[in-house]
């Protein structure tokens, strides 16, 4: 099993920084990717960043330029820097962890934690 407890977010104004961080614990051995999806009231949850246990790392087009996600393997901790926040960034960010768990890859997932930009 694999906990994940996230921190970081909060409010801002457009063109803002935020950085979130995603601390797991327990059988943390087995994390493969990590990662950051958001899911905005009203839509679907969608992936933001994921980053590879080897650093290769993943974004949606609409934060290229502007998201950084990055990884610390000792701490087992998983950042997100947020720059030039817009209003449609504002969503309620989840981290996430995909791990093996007897012989299958599974996905966990920390208890969110609330972006809100505004304009």
């Known amino acids: 099993q694999v906990q994940l407890v996230e921190s970081g977010g909060g409010l801002v104004q457009a063109g803002g920084s935020l950085r979130l961080s995603c601390a797991a614990s327990?059988?943390?051995?087995?994390?493969?990717?990590m990662g950051w999806r958001r899911q905005a009231p009203g839509k679907q949850r969608e992936l933001v960043a994921q980053?590879?246990?080897?650093?290769?790392?993943t974004y949606i087009d609409s934060v290229k330029g502007r998201f950084t996600i990055s990884r610390d393997n000792r701490k087992n901790i998983v950042y997100l820097q947020m720059n030039s926040l817009k209003p449609e960034d504002t969503a309620v960010y989840y981290c996430f962890a995909r791990a093996w768990v007897d012989r299958e890859l599974a996905d966990y997932w920390g208890q969110g934690t609330q972006v809100t930009v505004s304009s």
């Open positions: 980053i590879s246990i080897g650093g290769t790392t």
């Open positions: 327990g059988s943390t051995f087995s994390i493969n990717n």
